[in-house]
């Protein structure tokens, strides 16, 4: 048996089958994976798929101070789901609804070309999450809330 350095058998299928490793390092760190407990929106949304992301925001005035995400689903979507919302941190809430799959796919590399709808799915919810955070802002100024 190998005593050497142990091979890394999921960073190995993933870079052959065509992640970057940039890609393959959100795969596997799960940066920015988990929840918020007194989140302002938590918004999920599951793709032709299957697959389901649930993200949650944390805003300061029209900031996105923290956000992290769940993703019950393959490498490409938590991939992509990890490296968006570590470009939507700090981002104001109209550039966070401005990120679009060039800007992922920059921060993530390269994926295998099916992988693309994961991309979107990320980008999807990210957008309904900012949706649905406007609307519940707006019923509270109709109603008065603060
Ligand atoms: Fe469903 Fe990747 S296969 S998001």
Redesign the pocket.
């Known amino acids: 048996m190998d005593k050497g350095k142990p091979v890394d058998d999921v960073y190995q299928m993933l870079s052959e089958s065509g992640y970057a490793d940039k890609a393959i390092q959100y795969f596997q760190s799960k940066e920015n994976f988990g929840v918020i407990e007194d989140a302002d929106q938590v918004t999920d949304l599951t ?1 032709p ?3 389901t ?1 649930k993200i949650s925001l944390k805003v300061d005035g029209d900031k996105i101070h923290d956000a992290k995400i769940q993703v019950l ?5 938590v991939a ?1 789901g990890c490296a968006l919302i570590g470009l939507a941190k700090g981002k104001s809430l109209q550039e966070a609804a401005a990120i679009d799959l060039d800007a992922l796919y920059r921060e993530l590399e390269k994926m295998p070309d099916q ?1 693309v ?2 991309a979107r ?1 990320a980008i999807k919810t990210l957008q309904k999450t900012l949706e649905e955070y406007h609307g519940r802002q707006s019923d509270r100024t109709a109603t008065g809330e603060k």
């Open positions: 793709g798929c299957g697959d992301m689903g393959c490498p490409g979507a992509s992988k709808h994961c799915l």
